[in-house]
């Protein structure tokens, strides 16, 4: 059977044979008498140590008394064994690093995959911009971009109701607020919104000793509720804190 031959352990075993092997025949008569033989019956195996001769099984049949039947011996002058023992530490050897190299390889996955569902998806953030300032006042625009890689649907945008109040100033009247507040109104979300791209709407604004429709460094809590291109929803908080956006210590330089 050839491929036997071919087999990993026939083969590990062969490669570690240094020396050739001679084959012979020899018929050899000896008395029993003079030395004892040791064989029995039919099948028996005889070893001579003086060369490290290794003689074969006996050949099947009856001898005679006063010879020794034909024997097919083997002279090896050097021979190192390979025990199962040295195979299967190298097997085991390559099993553990193969595995090693197999787990580095699915966490480097599972690491991949993780970062993309992070950065394939819409990232939807609102803030508040200055659209022009003076020395008396500042108005803003309430601006909702979507900095992601897909576009963004249904976008809503809920304020903790009680935080709202606390930040409104004087000239929150119910008329401003119907005009300035209807950014927070469920029936006006924002049906979609293209990656890299923002929508914005008025905001009030703020005049010194809270005169204004909001008391400045005001602070609002908000939700932000909408689903990504291929249906999946994402809800995420943030704060909105109404400053000058021009300039993050209230201070600049006149036109």
Known sequence: MPWLLKHPVITAVTSNVHHFFTWGMMYKTQSLSEKRVGFEGSASELMECGHTIVC????????REDTVPVFLFIRAHQFRSV??????????FEIIIAGASLCVSLIALGISIYIWKRQ??????????????????????????????IPARNIKIMPDSSRLLEALGEDATDENQRSWLACFLSENRIDILHNNDHVSCSFGYTQGGDQGFWKYKGEIPITIKY?????????????????????FTSFSWGP
Request: hydrophobic share 40%.
């Open 56 to 63: 074969g099984a006996g050949m099947a049949g009856t001898y």
């Open 83 to 92: 025990t199962l023992n040295d195979i299967t530490q190298k097997v085991t």
């Open 120 to 149: 394939f998806r819409p990232i939807v953030t609102a803030a508040i911009k200055t659209v022009k300032a003076g020395n008396v006042g500042i108005c803003y625009n309430l601006v909702v971009l979507n900095s992601g890689v």
């Open 227 to 247: 689903e990504g291109w291929f249906g999946k929803k994402y809800t995420q908080q943030q704060i909105i804190k109404i400053v000058d956006s021009d300039s």
